[in-house]
């Protein structure tokens, strides 16, 4: 049968983003919170700090903020909030590293759950089936750097690595490789989670089955991520990191398309994305240009781009060592239909291909670009519409107006 693809086009996203537990509950009005007992705290002198999120857009300020260290901290606050009889709501919201958009992460004059505060051991299973147990307030970022030790890393990712556990699995977790393995929702083995009513439970695709699925990509609205036993493959040393350039975008969408839509077993990239390159904006400015600097100035200026709407397909290939990756990237790329001369190539080390996005946040939090609103938007494009998409977007809405940057990742409508 005919792979269906689809096209997710993220527009304004440096990568993919977290939407945090809020959901409704009544006041605490008959249980006072100071007198609730935590093993962690309840701050209600600084909630200012809970009051925004990565959208930068909205401010909400908090009745207070719980930093709980244990699960039975916000089993506690939850159990309470749903027993307490009183006509006001109350709303309990869980923080990860706050990179929703519209709010999600805020709770105006209710309770901010600060999950970053729910770190522990990141245990890691290297024989027997593969897993890392870790935390909902896990950063990912810790997560990579735990499972390298033992030679071993998640499958899928998402571009931007500090973020929590519970936030993206809350969400999707999309990123390159998501073609190959689907979202990091895909390769969850089991999930333990404190439900709207307070419950802690553990759950998996045989036990509690209703809420494991709910609760991935539920968007919070199902109950509270604290742990999460995640899937591991063997990781790879090194990664050859390439773009190719197209001015023609069904010719860069059938090349993306036919990469991703490869027989499994069948040689192909290990990640997949790409992105737009619009409004006279050049490569050599362009929020990724760390890549093509400082060997390639010379032959991006041959390539004539100024004025010109370009696309960049962005692969990468995992290796070991570099005994076949030569050959297998060779023979890839010639079967695509990208510019001549547009070919640029980096090794980098597994950890720094997937902890890039953090370089350019050093960069641009240095020009101070980083803490500014992000109004993004994030849009699933079925496959039979992506080239009148192209036209009216691409090529006219944003072609007079500064954008920032646009992703576009090529996906399988079956994973």
């Given at each position: ?5 689809s ?6 996203v ?35 700090l ?11 300020h ?44 805020q ?39 735990a ?18 556990v ?5 969400n ?66 090194m ?9 023609d ?21 290990d ?47 995992n ?97």
């Amino acid at each position: 049968m005919e792979n269906r693809t689809s096209v997710l086009v993220l527009i304004f996203v440096i990568t993919s983003l977290i939407s945090a537990v809020g959901f409704s509950i009544l006041d605490l009005g008959c249980s006072p919170l100071r007198d609730l007992d935590f093993d962690g705290h309840l701050d209600f002198d600084n909630t200012h700090l809970a009051a925004a999120d990565f959208g930068n857009r909205l401010t909400a300020h908090p009745r207070a903020v719980l930093y709980p260290t244990s699960v039975s901290d916000i089993a506690t606050l939850v159990k309470s909030a749903y027993r307490c009889d009183s006509l006001s709501e109350l709303t309990i919201a869980a923080r990860g590293h706050a990179h929703s958009l519209n709010g999600q992460a805020q709770a105006e004059n209710g309770i901010v759950i600060a999950m970053e505060s729910l770190k522990g051991v990141i245990d890691v299973k290297n024989h027997g089936p593969l897993y890392v147990d870790v935390n909902g307030g896990d950063l990912w970022i810790d997560v990579l750097h735990a499972t390298l030790k033992e030679g071993l890393a998640p499958k899928s990712w998402t571009d931007y690595l500090y973020l929590t556990v519970g936030g993206t699995l809350s969400n999707a977790g999309i990123s390159g490789q998501a073609f190959r393995h689907g979202p990091q929702i895909n390769n969850v083995y089991q999930l333990e989670v404190v439900t709207g009513k307070g419950d802690v439970l553990n759950c998996s695709k045989d036990k509690n089955s209703e809420l494991f699925h709910a609760v991935l990509g539920g968007l919070g609205q199902f109950g509270i991520i604290t742990k999460a036993r995640i899937a591991l493959e063997p990781a790879p040393q090194m990664v050859r990191w390439i773009r190719v350039l197209y001015s023609d975008f069904k010719v860069f969408t059938t090349d993306q398309e036919y990469l991703i839509s490869r027989p499994i077993g069948d040689l192909t990239f290990d990640y997949i994305e790409g992105f737009v390159i619009v409004n006279n904006e050049g490569l050599l400015s362009n929020w990724r240009s760390s890549f093509f600097s400082p060997q390639n100035p010379v032959k991006m200026k041959n390539l004539n781009t100024k004025g010109r709407v370009l696309y960049c397909l962005e692969m990468a290939m995992n290796y070991m060592n570099n005994k076949t990756v030569d050959e297998d990237v060779t023979s890839l790329l010639s079967s695509l239909h990208f510019l001549p001369g547009s070919v640029f190539t980096t090794d980098v080390s597994y950890l720094d291909f997937l902890d890039r996005v953090h370089t350019s946040e050093l960069k641009l939090r240095s020009k101070g670009l980083w803490d500014v609103p992000h109004p993004w938007l994030n849009l699933l494009v079925p496959g039979s519409k992506i080239q009148e998409f192209d036209a009216r977007v691409f090529k006219d809405i944003l072609r007079n107006t500064s954008s920032g940057p646009i992703l576009i990742y090529p996906m399988n409508s079956n994973t």
